[in-house]
């Protein structure tokens, strides 16, 4: 039997993020960025390709703890995220949802602008350091994405990272460094996703050198 290929939740919060750019009425300009203040960890049905809408019933559920002492849209600013985004208007959303790979808590900030988003994802392992569980990891993540996504080895960032490119479109970049997985993505609108890897791999390095 062939094995179901579960859609990344990652990839799915940036297709929804940029299918809801249109229903986006607001958007804040660049020197007074809005940020939802209470992010909320939730488990619910989660967005597809066919639904915009994530949920329309939540439901709590326990989960491992978020990384401490990590507020996940401190990485970047609008000013960061504009080169790729491509407005000086841009809305900026956290969330938070249960991670079943890592059994994590997977932090997200979303950046709109008009008609492109950028995502920046992060979740703290619970396995051990050097484990076989922690090296495959990485890459469970990766391979659990849309079945049509070109998937390549990304060199000399972190301890280990894969480029995804899905036909939505999307381009994505997952980062290892220990105990935190994360990925950046850009989805909508974009032009050729060769485009976006030098802003993306710029801004991995910054989540990078910000990480404990």
């Known amino acids: 039997m062939q094995k179901q290929v579960r859609p990344n939740r990652f990839i799915l919060l940036i297709l929804t993020a940029a299918l809801l750019l249109p ?9 007074a960025t809005s940020v939802a203040s ?16 994530a949920t329309s019933a939540v439901i709590l559920i326990p989960s491992a703890p978020p990384a401490k002492n990590i507020d996940i849209c ?20 956290p969330g938070s949802e249960a991670d079943e790979i890592t059994g994590g808590t997977l932090e997200y900030c979303t950046y709109r602008g008009e008609d492109v988003a950028l995502l920046i994802s992060l979740v703290k ?5 050097d484990s076989p569980t922690w090296q495959d990891q990485l890459l469970q993540m990766v391979q659990s994405s849309d079945p049509d996504a070109v998937i390549t080895p990304a060199a000399g960032i972190g301890e280990l990272a894969y480029w995804v490119i899905t036909p939505a479109p999307a381009v994505g970049l997952w980062v290892a460094k220990y105990p935190y997985v994360f ?19 710029s801004l991995a390095q910054k989540v990078l050198d910000a990480l404990p």
């Not at 600013?77 to 841009?90: K, N």
């Not at 392992?125 to 350091?129: G, V």
């Not at 990925?183 to 791999?201: F, H």
Request: charged share 10%; hydrophobic share 30%.
């Open 23 to 31: 229903a986006c009425s607001t958007n804040t300009p660049i020197n």
């Open 38 to 53: 209470t992010p909320t960890s939730t488990v619910s049905s989660g967005p597809t390709l066919n639904s915009v809408v």
């Open 74 to 93: 401190s990485f970047f600013t609008s000013i960061d995220a504009q080169p790729l985004v491509g407005t000086v208007e841009i809305n900026i959303t």
């Open 183 to 201: 990925g950046l993505a850009v989805g909508g609108n974009i032009s050729a996703p060769d485009d976006y890897q030098d802003g993306l791999q």
């Open 125 to 129: 392992s619970s396995a051990s350091k």
